[in-house]
């Protein structure tokens, strides 16, 4: 701990992240040098116990306040077989947004039952699959899906959620906001009512509850009270209409993570204190049932878990102008500084305790200006060879990988007292030309 107080931007690191004897950054006991070394790089590594505890914070918090939650893991922050089999070793559910997901969490030995689908355009393919499967709920986002849904069901009864967009701003990157009115996702006010009579006179349907998710990246719960206000209130004005009694409510993923040493998010915790809060005091108001409670987290349950590790190459001073630290990555691995904007902290990996000197931007390798890891920070002096290592890459990163320039995209290492462990190989020229016939 001696070294969390003298290195304060460990406090964004892994759980476990340490400088270990050899003065090397260490995660999960295994020095990420020698890792580095091993499997080259750009490389991801996870600390496993990081993501363990994370699950276990979001089931502890919310089913101690509100016995039953489901919680829900998004894995569109981290999809890896490994991730799929953790996340059934510690007994969440799925909520998956494509048929590419459902497969690959299917492939990957994940129950059926325990997934819900949610997603903006499903196909009528996606639709089909998930019913033969019998997943867990079809999260309906809009009218034709409800039509289409309703046609391919034929016989069977299918668990749904109506996905209400509540027109709440969640005040996070506008590329986040998934809850206000003027959004893709889900169904906007004026047509709730259509969607609950049509879903509720389908005898193939079986209208579950309700669903709603405000965004990603969320540092208040104000946006998910105001949400449950809306929901809520509509909920008893559909009790009280047609009868419909909401067995579930899921209120979607969001909860922000630490990326800087700066901006610490809420903790779980509060979170599940204020809206656990809300939903009972509103439901006693409105005098209905209280709902089983669903929450969907991806973000926060594998932000800061990931750790991606550059090796440093061309240093480029522009006096008076900036200096460059090209390292052997970027957008292709990360696309998240030049689509959000987003900002993460680094450590030198083989000298995690040196003093920071000098203000740096660190680029990537990518074609392109835009290609930027890291806007400003300031680091110890670097040298071509040092290995960079970048805190908050658990999340979003690898899934919105690409072979921009034909990279073959990183490795990814899971770590655990001591060991570590391959859970995906880097891409060859192979991964890359396979599909092109000759
Ligand atoms: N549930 C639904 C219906 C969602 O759309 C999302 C995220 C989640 C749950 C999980 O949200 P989380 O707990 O991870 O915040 N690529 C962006 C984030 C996009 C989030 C999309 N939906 C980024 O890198 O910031």
Known sequence: MAAKNSIPRLAVFPQTAEVNKKGNLAIGGCDTIALAEEYGTPLYVFDEADIRNRCREFKEEFTKRYPGTIV???????????????????????????????????????????????????????????????????????????????????????????????????????????????????LPKADWDEAVQTALAADNLNVDGLHFHVGSGLFEYEPYLKSLDEVLAYAAAIRQKYGFRMNLLSIGGGFGAQYTVDAVPPPVASFAGAIIERLTTRCRELKLETPKLMIEPGRKIVAQAGVALYTVGVIKNIPGIRTYVSVDGGMGDNIRQPMYGAVQEALVANRPAAKDTRTVTISGKYCEAGDVLIKEIKLPELKAGDILAIAGSGAYCVPMSSNYNAAFRPAIVFMKDGRARLIRRRETLEDLTRRDPD
């Open 72 to 186: 829900s893991y998004s894995p569109k922050a981290f999809t890896a077989r490994a991730m799929f089999k953790l996340v059934a070793e510690e007994g969440l559910d799925l909520d998956v947004v494509s048929g590419g997901e459902l497969a690959f969490a299917l492939a990957s030995g994940f129950a059926a039952k325990k997934i819900h689908f949610a997603g903006n355009n499903k196909s009528g393919e996606e639709l089909e699959l998930a019913l033969r499967e019998g997943i867990g709920h079809i999260v309906v986002d809009n009218l034709p899906e409800l039509n289409m849904l309703i046609k391919i069901a034929g016989r069977k009864k299918v668990d749904i959620l109506l996905r209400l967009n509540p027109g709440i701003d969640p005040h996070t990157h506008q590329y986040n906001k998934t809850g206000i009115a003027d959004s893709k996702f889900g």
